[in-house]
């Protein structure tokens, strides 16, 4: 029975472990791969990954602010900087600042909108599970979150993917089928509508 994570605090710190690999993938991606296919059909590795980095932002600056005011949630503009890897680490530095003090017991503002912090904080961890996949394995790169984090959101996406968000031309693709004995990641990727196998080859 794998171990559950019970706490803010707990969530914060495998937020952190994938943040770190993140900033670890990010500094690898060279400029040959920026436009190479991803899982995500719509976007080539560097759409992606200024996707990926923009939205970091975002919610760093969000839980950091005394308010839980993010900055306006469009980042059709936002490009990566000439180092990304320390990018990811600033925002993830600030996030778990945050975080630690406090930050997910208030509400989490994106424009107009709010969601509950906790909530907030599993949405993170399960997305940057995701989109660390997407952009390592698009880049020829080892991705290998901490098995208790997939298992987290395993928990928590299920309840998120409703018929509004996931299906065909919406935030996730259909559903794959998995085998019942893959890894707690690979159940995660299935669930988001990826494909574990997935080449560009």
């Known amino acids: 029975m794998p171990a559950m994570v019970n706490s803010t605090s707990q969530t914060t710190d495998l937020l952190a472990a994938v943040l770190a690999d993140l900033e670890a ?3 690898q991606i060279t400029a040959e791969r920026l436009h190479d296919p991803t899982p995500c059909s719509e976007w080539d590795v560097e759409q992606l990954r200024d996707h990926t980095l923009g939205w970091l932002t975002t919610f760093a600056a969000g839980f950091a602010d005394p308010d839980g005011r993010a900055p306006t949630a469009d980042i059709a503009t936002y ?7 320390r990018e990811v680490r600033q925002a993830a530095a600030l996030l778990s600042q945050a975080l630690r003090a406090g930050a997910a017991e208030r509400p989490l503002w994106l424009g107009e909108n709010s969601m ?15 989109h660390g996949w997407d952009l ?14 997939s298992e987290a959101s395993l928990a928590f996406a299920p309840a998120m993917l409703t018929d509004e968000y996931q299906g065909e031309g919406k935030a996730f693709g259909i559903r794959v089928a998995v085998p019942v004995d893959a890894s ?4 995660l990727l299935g669930l988001s509508g ?8």
């Open 116 to 130: 509950p912090g906790d909530l907030a904080l599993g949405m993170i961890l399960w997305e940057y599970q995701v």
């Open 79 to 85: 490009s990566a900087p000439a180092d990304p890897a």
């Open 136 to 149: 390592a394995r698009a880049t020829g790169q080892p991705w290998g979150p901490p098995a208790v984090a």
């Open 194 to 201: 990826r494909t574990p196998s997935w080449s560009s080859e």
């Open 25 to 27: 993938v990010v500094s």
């Open 184 to 187: 707690p990641l690979d159940r």
